[in-house]
């Protein structure tokens, strides 16, 4: 990755969820503080998202989900993107997810996950403090 360029986010919502309002904010948000954004749309397989990244060369993958499904669409878009040989993209969540589903997710390769509330800046400062540039 070269220093002079932005950090590159793949915004993507995994699985058969219908709403989008929340991935939209996040992306125009990670766009106004300087952040290149690509947003795949709804109802993404994991394989598309695993893709996306690899074609976009992306620095990180932030999943947007509200269906329930995390506990098994997440870890296996990690699984996918360390196929891939990405190893080194850092991939957030973020939608309604109950507290007690963090740690396995974490354990999963998640690196952070936001929930309802969580503040944009605070989101921003993660993805700027935790992308290996």
Known sequence: MSEGRPIKVLVAK???DGHDR???VIARALRDAGMEVVYTG???????IAQAALQEDVDVVA???LSGAHLYLFPRIVQLLREEGLDD??????GV???????ALQA???AAVFTPGASISG???FIENNTRR
């Open 14 to 16: 995994p699985g058969l």
């Open 22 to 24: 929340g991935a939209k």
């Open 42 to 48: 709804l109802r993404q397989t994991p394989e598309q």
């Open 63 to 65: 999943l947007s989900i």
């Open 89 to 94: 993209v850092l991939v957030i969540g973020g």
């Open 97 to 103: 997810i109950p507290q007690e589903d963090i740690p």
């Open 108 to 110: 999963a390769g998640i």
């Open 123 to 125: 989101i921003i400062g």
